[in-house]
């Protein structure tokens, strides 16, 4: 048994430390064909990665996709630190909406992500605190309807024609949905 696979059963306690999403790089994707490849400023600590079960790498990040049952999304923050892992930060949403579009396809389903504009209305930042790219939201969004405060990526079979986006894209939403959630793991 290797002491560094921990199993999902088996949480760990948090430690109050700097985010690690701090201490990740940002990665910069260049549109080669038709899928992404890493620029060449990405540091050597992105080749070769893997992810440990039972997250699963989509583009350059560790996700694993709860949809056992559906939750809040404070729920879903939860869930996530007792997995050792964080509400999802999306640095590229593709290959994330590409994977739940073709996995989920014909369902109507929400995922949580880790962003929300609860401490300031209409600042939108990542549970880390760094600010959202404006281009990782869908058409017309983020639109705070009825008072809406967390992210999710919302998968809606019916609306492509309406959609550019295509089938799911990332809104808003109210905390007290329940959703699917999607953890993160550096």
């Not at 699963?56 to 996700?63: A, D, H, I, R, S």
């Not at 079979?157 to 809104?171: R, S, T």
């Amino acid at each position: 048994f290797d002491s560094r696979w921990r199993s999902v059963k088996e949480p760990q306690k948090i430690i109050n430390t700097p985010s690690s999403r701090q201490l990740r790089p940002q990665l910069k994707l260049d549109k080669v064909g038709y899928g992404y490849q890493p620029l060449r400023e990405e540091t050597e600590l992105e080749f070769g990665r893997s992810c440990e079960f039972p997250f699963m790498m989509l583009g350059k990040e560790c996700f694993y996709l709860h949809t056992d049952d559906r939750i809040t999304w404070l729920e879903a923050v939860e869930l996530c630190e007792e997995m050792c892992s964080f509400l999802a930060e999306v640095n590229d949403p593709k290959p994330l909406l590409a994977y739940v579009n073709q996995t989920y396809f014909r369902q109507e389903c929400g995922f949580w992500l880790g962003a929300t504009d609860q401490k300031i209305e209409g600042k939108w930042t990542w549970n880390s605190g760094f600010p959202i790219d404006r281009s990782v939201w869908g058409m017309g969004q983020p639109n705070n309807y009825k008072d809406q405060d967390c992210m999710e990526i919302k998968l809606h079979h019916h609306e492509k024609v309406a959609n550019p986006d295509g089938y799911c894209f990332i809104q808003d939403v109210s905390c007290d949905e329940k959703q699917y959630a999607i953890c993160e793991k550096l």
